[in-house]
């Protein structure tokens, strides 16, 4: 099958690599960056913002998706700055000068390094989600619906949210890096 795949895919010359890989890092780049600063934002309200006298079970599971979700972000910075070094590559591959361009074999090490941290950050970002969903189902199922109680270490908060929304960004922030990294290498590979 993949060789049918393979079939109908143009093989890359240098130059369409180049093409390509000029048009695909920047919007990897500004994609990654949006969605981490939408990350680190919720994060950092949802930090910053934390009332700590209470203090539960559930806060402490919130609390290490938080601590997962931080590790993410910065395993996103370094992808962030992954994506920045491409852009040498770009540069160099679109020389004029045939000696200065880079070794397909490089080429594909710095995708592949970029592919692997993309792999982490993912792992990383969805145990973070896993961990807070976890948290927020925990205090929503201990509340009895219907009834007006409230216990301050139960109520499911606006922060919790972002929390959510700050891991489930990191996973689409992962995946676009994958993803590009992941493709250019197949292109590459052929």
Known sequence: MSNDLNSYLPTPSKQRFAATFGVVRPI???VQLALGAVSGLALALAIFSRNSTVQTTTNSVMGFGV???IIGILVLCFRV???NRYRRLDKLLQSPNREL???KEDVIQVLQIGLIV???GLLLAFLASEVTVIAV???SLALPQGVAVYRPENVIRSLDLFVVLANVNLIGAHLVGGATSLGLVNWLDQ
Do not use: D, T
């Open 28 to 30: 990897s780049f500004w």
């Open 67 to 69: 601590f997962l979700g």
């Open 81 to 83: 700055y992954w994506v």
């Open 101 to 103: 361009h880079p070794r």
């Open 118 to 120: 993309s792999l982490i």
């Open 137 to 139: 189902l925990s205090k």
